[in-house]
């Protein structure tokens, strides 16, 4: 097993990862990276030490034999979160499908992030096992969703997860924001009925 210390010095493993991918950057180019956290998502070795670039000092324990288990595709949608081209968006709607939470959860901040118009893909992930990405599927629709994904938002307020219904909650108002309230909602006292007097 190798020393969890064996990884280059002239790589900035105890950066934040935006500072990270871009000494990367610097290290190999920006088409490069973006190319290999593609790859990454794929499921493709793309190298010791863009491995280390992309996900740090935890990368370490996954090259010195711990599973890696689903994080290389997460840190290779994290990295898209630095950098972006065009050639990305496919890998990143098929990984909102991924069979890891993790790397759904990522795909759906990257989608936000760089307002990939896939609200349909998002509302299915309203409805996830895990928590998180429903979460993250509520704060995407914020950022790309348009007034038909408020339904789905919606549901999300009943969530039996606190966190859900939190998120639900700031990414309806920020959809609002976004593209503004639809008649049914801008008058809630007219969608009360009024209680029987009988």
């Known amino acids: 097993m190798k020393n969890s210390a064996s990884y ?3 790589i900035p493993v105890d950066l934040p990862t935006d500072k990270r991918v871009a ?3 610097g290290r190999y180019g920006e088409a490069d990276v973006i190319e290999r956290s593609i790859a990454l998502l794929g499921g493709a070795n793309v190298g010791d030490d863009f491995l280390l670039y992309v996900g740090g000092r935890h990368a370490q324990g996954v090259l010195d034999g711990a599973p890696a288990l689903y994080w290389p595709e997460v840190w290779g949608a994290r ?3 630095h950098v972006w081209n065009q050639s990305a968006v496919p890998a990143i709607i098929a990984s909102l499908e991924n069979q890891a939470w993790r790397v759904r959860e990522m795909a759906a901040k ?3 992030h760089r307002e990939l118009h896939v609200a ?3 509302v299915d992930l309203t409805t ?3 928590p998180r990405v429903r979460a993250a599927a509520a704060w995407a629709l914020a950022a790309v969703g348009t007034t038909d994904s408020i339904e789905a938002i919606a549901k999300l307020l009943r969530d039996p997860e606190k966190d859900v219904r939190r998120a639900a909650q700031q990414a309806r108002d920020a959809l609002f924001g976004r593209v503004g309230r639809p008649a049914r909602v801008e008058n809630p006292a007219a969608e009360t009925p009024e209680p029987d007097d009988q």
Request: proline content about 6%; glycine content about 6%.
């Open 8 to 10: 280059p010095s002239s």
């Open 23 to 25: 000494a990367a950057v």
């Open 79 to 81: 990295a898209l979160l």
């Open 110 to 112: 990257v989608v936000a």
């Open 120 to 122: 349909g893909k998002l």
């Open 128 to 130: 996830d096992e895990t």
